[in-house]
């Protein structure tokens, strides 16, 4: 899964036949490994109904699988305990980690609540310390799980989580999910992800007050957008991101603070020649978005365009202005010249 540690991750960067130059880094997770149990067997029949006990095994085991499973740099066995977009994350963790020559630590999960939606659910929510392999450093971190037709669970979503933010992951703790997707209206759900996505590259669709400020939105993911857009300028070339659809998680959480859940949009990059510029961008083989998309040498052409994925923690206070983001990720999927 997501490697459960934090990593810095700097923007593509592309140049016309300049040095390659580093992006601002921007917080990301890594990927994740496994071991004996599999997380991915499907839960034995029984009377009992699905609660914390039992949403403590499937971590248990998922521990064990997903994390021998990252430290291994096995893909074929993340996909056996993930789904995207946590899964799109930890491969790209993969193969920054290959190209680093550089494993990436195991893990385990240590003093996790969970929210648990009643009957047997689809999806539970978890928060709990992470226990890293050579470090000193104990993240928080929040995930879910969902179940699969197939009776496996697997990991969906991920985030790594600022000190502020840990009482109100952890208040999670016994209380029940809702599920579905159904905690927030539709009307809420399309303007928290315009703003997010507007915040994100130092914007706003005029409903600033939907979000709280934010050191890691406004401060680090926008403001590494800002100068990223500038070393392109530099270089003669232009970025623009659109939003291309936005998701909600199926499982979310009503705290003291409002409700948790997460929201994972898809974006598109476009880099183009500025007006003055070159002929063709391009982009040297030590971008980070072509290392984690598997890419091994330069990729130029009139136009490159770069697929993401980002996941964003919300806290969703009751009158939603004001909603927090607790964490967040974000990867290249995919990079294409055209």
Known sequence: ???????RSPRAFLVPATPYAAAV????????GGQPVDAATPEPSGPAAFGADRAALVLTAFDQADSAASVAGDVEALRTQEVSPSLDL?????RRAAYNQRPQP?????????????GEPACFLATATLRLSGSELAPTDVSQFVLGADGQWKLSHNVQITQPALVAARSIGGRPATSGGTALDET????????????????TTGNRSLLASSPLLDGQFAG???????????AGATVRRTMDRAEWSDCAVSVPAGTLTFLTIHATDTLRPAPDGPADVRMVPQSPDLIATGHRTAVSGKSIRVTRVETFL?????????????????????VTAG
Do not use: K
Not at 1 to 7: A, E, I, K, N
Not at 25 to 32: K, R
Not at 224 to 234: D, K, M, N, R, T
Not at 320 to 329: D, K, Q, R, W
């Open 224 to 234: 590494g957008w800002e100068v990223y857009g500038q070393q392109l300028a530099g």
């Open 1 to 7: 899964m997501l490697g459960r540690r934090s990593v």
């Open 90 to 94: 930890s491969i790209a963790a993969v």
């Open 106 to 118: 195991s893990f385990q999960h240590i003093n996790p609540v969970f929210a648990v939606p009643a």
């Open 25 to 32: 880094a921007l917080l990301v997770l890594a990927g994740c």
């Open 314 to 334: 919300l806290l969703v206070p009751a009158q939603t202005a004001g909603t927090s983001v607790l964490g967040l990720n974000d990867t290249a999927l995919t």
């Open 188 to 203: 809420s759900r399309r303007a928290l992800a315009a703003e997010v996505f507007a915040r994100s590259i130092g914007s």
